[in-house]
């Protein structure tokens, strides 16, 4: 996905459980920022054309 959940190789369970910690956080932040520019009308369209 946006915030890189798919792109990791597990290595250790240290390692793994800090790179998902960070892509939840960035996947979240997303979700917040997408919500409130829907809020505000500014929402450009994503996906394929």
Same mark, same amino acid.
Request: proline fraction near 4%; avoid cysteine; glycine fraction near 6%.
């Given at each position: 996905? !946006?915030?890189?959940?798919?792109? *990791?190789?597990?290595?250790? *369970?240290? =390692?793994? *459980?800090?790179?998902?910690?960070?892509?939840m956080?960035? =996947?979240? *932040?997303?979700?917040?920022?997408?919500?409130? !520019?829907? !809020?505000?009308?500014?929402?450009?369209?994503?996906?394929?054309?």
């Amino acid at each position: 996905n !946006e915030a890189g959940l798919d792109h *990791y190789q597990v290595r250790s *369970y240290r =390692a793994w *459980y800090a790179h998902i910690t960070l892509a939840m956080l960035a =996947a979240a *932040y997303l979700s917040v920022t997408r919500a409130q !520019e829907a !809020e505000k009308g500014d929402l450009q369209p994503s996906g394929p054309a």
